[in-house]
Nanobody, 119 residues
Framework: VQLQASGGGLVQAGGSLRLTCAAS????????MGWYRQASGKQREFIASITRDGDTAYTDSVKGRFTISRDNFKDTIYLQMNNLEPDDTAVYYCNANILIVDVPTGDYWGQGTLVTVSS
């Protein structure tokens, strides 16, 4: 399974960006998909996730500012990021697993897309 993330860039504090992650190459349904980020010198952290049924989860620091959504037909997820803050600066990674006979399987990562928020 290949994950292609895009949409990062440079934005001023208070601005918005939308990240996209498209999955391809799977012969099985793409199941759980999510976003992580890693700031310079810090560990990778969970940001948001969405299941195939549309159930979502967010880390507290982005609740009310970020929205994750999904297009199952395209195996693509989106992360709408509003009211961005300098602390949101990081490389954002897409993560996913697939369903094989109803069992979540695998741990796939995209290449990352850089988000830089200037103050």
């Amino acid at each position: 399974v290949q994950l292609q993330a895009s949409g990062g860039g440079l934005v001023q504090a208070g601005g918005s960006l939308r990240l996209t992650c498209a999955a391809s190459g799977s012969h099985f349904p793409v199941n759980w998909m999510g976003w992580y980020r890693q700031a310079s010198g810090k560990q990778r952290e969970f940001i948001a996730s969405i299941t195939r049924d549309g159930d979502t989860a967010y880390t507290d620091s982005v609740k009310g500012r970020f929205t994750i959504s999904r297009d199952n037909f395209k195996d693509t997820i989106y992360l709408q990021m509003n009211n961005l803050e300098p602390d949101d600066t990081a490389v954002y990674y897409c993560n996913a697993n697939i369903l094989i006979v109803d069992v979540p399987t695998g741990d796939y990562w995209g290449q990352g897309t850089l988000v830089t928020v200037s103050s």
